[in-house]
């Protein structure tokens, strides 16, 4: 979408980028999660998208790239 380059995000949402990964990062080290941590992970990723969303301050095509990306992240949250 950008001729291969990366998009620039503010930075509140790349606040917000870290704060998810961090959530899954510390998922994956768990060695045999339990379905009440599946469903923790769950609950705590869909906070952080929404957290992200009331937050966001980007237009224009940056917006727009984030939108594409985060959607199919949103529809796997929910």
């Not at 998810?20 to 469903?39: C, G, H, M, T, V």
């Amino acid at each position: 979408m950008n001729n291969g380059a990366k998009w620039k995000a503010d930075s509140i949402t790349n606040r917000n980028l870290r704060d998810l990964r961090n959530i899954a990062d510390n998922f994956k080290i768990l060695p045999n999660p339990s379905l009440k941590e599946y469903q923790i992970l769950g609950k705590d990723l869909t906070n952080g998208l929404n957290k992200m969303i009331q937050e966001c301050r980007m237009s224009g095509p940056e917006h727009e790239a984030l939108s594409h990306w985060l959607e199919p992240l949103i529809n796997e949250s929910n």
